[in-house]
């Protein structure tokens, strides 16, 4: 079995309450660092473990944690992003209804590292059964003295806020999500300023996914560099991967870094292959947002070379041949899925969510589905495929956050890919635009 | 499907439990208590109406507009009466693969009405959302808090009886 930092004890019945999570080690972390260490030493263990955001950037957290402004007299906040809305992504939905405390320990360690005396967990509002869990389990550590006021005697104050949403994919921006925390529509902030010096409340904050916390607790327990042990080169630690699509076993995983993609998706152990009967056409490996990869990229490189389940790896050979590991969304597709119908419903996705802000992205976006409507219903014309390549080149880099590069991505990755698809449905529109209908030529390429 | 009564109060339930959402943040900040709040609303009207906007408005001490601007940017408050029921259904492509838009149609034929369209009896409100972050269970909706995963036609069937009752 691989080594569990973040799930080791998700099974043991009872695990979300106080006492049967603190009696497999629960809430130590807290009481040896408020005990024994000084703020300035959680952040020293949280560098050293080279853990990189777990929502998608893969931003190095200790060092975004050594970005945070200090200014006297001003407070700071520590915010988890746990907006979690990345189509193929629920990682963090399992982790904070399976095992609640995990994350709150890793807030009070976190916040006690940035010197945070309130602290919020944003939800998207559509978990609203999770924010009660969380809740309770906040409820649970402050009667034990473990939130509130002079935390085990050490002096130190945290209170914790669990903020819903309102369903919107770009509350998971982190200034979209501080704009919402304040009460108002979340459009991404211009940067500079980063939040590290003018985020929630025009104070420095930091904003840390779910995962990236919830690995604290252990980080502090056994300290940054066994942390950085695990894992491969940066990759260090372990990933959750929420699998979904094609296969015979979806799921919440968590690997260690480094494990081979084929190992991920064939073994028993994690996604258990592709569905009986049915072969593989393409991999979404981190995300809707990140490129989509064709059969034969998938578990090797274009180097001939094994295809890790790492930042690198995974990143091997650019756009060209490559994607990324993202926020670990894994979705597969056997040969039963058609490209054109799944990239259109992706575009329908970031036209929905743009919030509008931009003119590339608001604009962009909307053109993109209606093309993509178009070809996959049988009206499309051979100028629409480069049309969508130009469409999403002209989004891309040129917005306020994101959202637009998430957008153009999936677009330009299955043009990339798969033409030949979008060409097929261009030259036989009736066929096409059957219910169903899915393009074979393709698979004697694989 | 009823309009929301005139005058516009919470119950004294809610309404502490709203003072205590205000209390969340630091002092001037009461606005962060926005999304929280319109969440308790719409458990109270089931729908947002603008004169629950306005009433919202005046708890937070902030002006209408700055609540009907987020009210209308976030897709989970309803900006019109609904059934009993909303049902919402994710349309995203993980829940596709797995079938989806089978069900999806099979629940409107079932129903008898389209996105946004509510029953004749005010029992149902369907609604189409993106991924709801569970696509490992997918076909996927949600009614209020509840989610119901890895639905088939026969699942559809018995919850949409179930709830029929």
Redesign the interface.
């Known amino acids: 079995m691989a080594r569990k930092i973040l799930t080791e004890h998700i099974n043991v019945p009872g695990i979300e309450t106080f006492e049967v999570y603190r009696k497999h080690g629960g809430y130590t972390a807290v009481e040896k660092a408020l005990k024994t260490m000084s703020s300035d030493e959680v952040v020293e263990e949280a560098k050293k473990s080279g853990v990189r955001g777990r929502g998608g950037a893969g931003f190095p957290m200790g060092m975004k944690w050594g970005f945070l402004a200090k200014p006297e007299g001003i407070p700071r906040y520590l915010v988890c992003n746990a907006d979690e809305s990345e189509p193929g992504t629920f990682k963090d939905h399992h982790l904070m209804k399976c095992i609640p405390h995990l994350l709150i320990e890793g807030m009070i360690v976190s916040s006690y590292a940035l010197g945070a005396n309130k602290s919020f967990i944003y939800v998207r509002g559509e978990l609203m059964y999770v924010i009660r869990i969380l809740e309770k389990a906040i409820e649970e550590a402050k009667a034990q003295g473990f939130l509130g006021k002079n935390i085990l005697g050490s002096g130190y104050d945290l209170e914790l806020v669990v903020q819903p949403g309102g369903g919107a994919y770009i509350c998971g921006e982190e200034t979209a999500l501080l704009e919402s925390l304040e009460g108002r529509r979340g459009n991404p902030r211009n940067k500079p300023p980063f939040p590290a010096v003018k985020g929630l409340y025009q104070s420095p904050t930091v904003v840390n996914n779910v995962e990236s916390i919830s690995n604290m607790p252990w980080i502090v327990n056994n300290g940054g560099d066994a942390y950085a042990a695990i894992g491969i080169g940066r990759s260090t630690g372990t990933k959750l991967i929420s699998a979904s699509g094609h296969i015979e076993k979806p799921g919440v995983y968590e690997i260690e870094l480094g494990l081979s993609v084929d190992e991920f998706l064939n073994s028993d152990e994690y996604c258990g292959g592709v569905r009986k009967g049915h072969h593989l056409k393409a991999l979404v490996a981190g995300g809707s947002s990140v490129p989509i990869l064709p059969a034969h990229l998938i578990t090797k490189t274009a180097n001939g070379e094994d295809r890790l389940m790492s930042y690198e790896s995974l990143s091997d050979g650019g756009f060209a041949t490559g994607t990324m590991l993202g926020s670990g969304g894994f979705i597969v597709f056997d040969e039963t899925a058609c490209i054109v119908r799944n990239t259109w419903n992706f575009s329908r996705f970031y036209h929905h969510e743009s919030c509008g802000q931009c003119s590339p992205c608001r604009e962009g976006t909307g053109w993109m589905e209606k093309v993509l409507h178009r070809i996959e219903h049988g009206h499309g014309s051979m100028h629409d495929i480069d049309l969508l390549v130009d469409i999403s080149k002209k989004i891309e880099g040129n917005t306020i956050c994101p959202l637009g590069d998430a957008a153009a991505w999936p677009v330009a990755s299955a043009i990339r890919h798969f033409r030949d698809e979008f060409v097929w449905h261009i030259t036989h529109p009736k066929e096409a635009s059957q219910p169903g209908a899915v393009y074979q030529g393709a698979m004697t390429l694989v | 499907m009823t309009e929301t009564s005139n005058p516009v109060a919470f119950t004294p339930e809610r309404l502490a439990k709203v003072k205590e959402i205000i209390d ?3 002092a001037g ?1 009461q ?6 709040v ?2 308790v609303a719409q458990e109270q009207w089931g729908w947002v109406s603008s004169d629950v906007m306005d009433y919202v408005a005046g708890l ?1 001490d ?1 002006k209408p507009v ?1 609540v009907y ?2 009210a209308t ?5 309803h900006l019109d009466a609904v059934g009993k029921h909303v049902i ?1 259904y994710c ?4 829940c ?3 079938g989806g838009e089978d069900i999806y149609g099979y629940l409107q034929e079932k129903l008898g009405i389209k996105a946004g369209e509510t029953t004749p009896d005010g029992l149902f409100t369907l609604k189409e ?10 076909p996927v909706f ?1 009614i ?4 119901y995963m890895n639905l088939t036609r026969e699942k559809v069937d018995q919850i949409i009886d179930e709830l029929s009752k």
Request: aromatic share 14%; hydrophobic share 40%; net charge positive.
């Open positions: 969340r943040y630091p900040r606005k962060s208590a926005l999304l929280p319109l969440h937070l902030i700055e601007e987020v940017f976030y897709t989970m408050f919402e349309r995203t492509g993980p596709c693969l797995m959302v993106e991924c709801l972050a569970a696509c490992g269970w997918g949600q209020r808090e509840k989610f």
